[in-house]
């Protein structure tokens, strides 16, 4: 059973960065694709960005290319998603999630996290 755990979340304003991180235990993720998603009060879960099980493949959604970027390090069983020029909208519970396949699919696995909040003030 793998477990996530994320970390980094805060209030910032629009404009501002922040580092978001997740820490996979229970076993090694490498041969995994792990996620980002989202999701703001009264609106439906949404993929962020993704990436592949052996790091060499990304994809993000359009709203946030240019300004998310996500990266992982399978020898320490960690996927970091780096934010920046962060605006209101952004604001958000961001979840770690754990792929159930080496590529990337969006539509995630049944692993999650317990998320972390991000506030971006206006």
């Known amino acids: 059973q793998v477990q996530l755990v994320e970390s980094g979340g805060g209030l910032v304003q629009a404009g501002g960065s922040l580092r978001l991180s997740c820490a996979a235990s229970?076993?090694?993720?490498?041969?995994?694709?792990m996620y980002w998603f989202r999701q703001a009060p009264g609106k439906e879960r949404e993929f962020v960005a993704g990436?592949?099980?052996?790091?060499?493949?990304?994809r993000y959604r359009d709203s946030v290319k240019g300004r998310f970027s996500i990266s992982r390090d399978n020898a320490k069983n960690t996927v970091n998603l780096e934010m920046k020029n962060l605006k209101p909208e952004d604001t958000a519970v961001y979840y770690c999630?754990?792929?159930?396949?080496?590529?990337?699919?969006?539509?995630?696995?049944?692993?999650w996290g317990q998320g972390t909040q991000v506030t971006v003030s206006s």
């Open positions: 999630n754990l792929g159930r396949t080496l590529g990337i699919t969006i539509s995630g696995g049944e692993t």
């Open positions: 990436i592949s099980g052996g790091g060499d493949m990304v």
């Open positions: 229970g076993r090694t993720v490498s041969g995994y694709a």
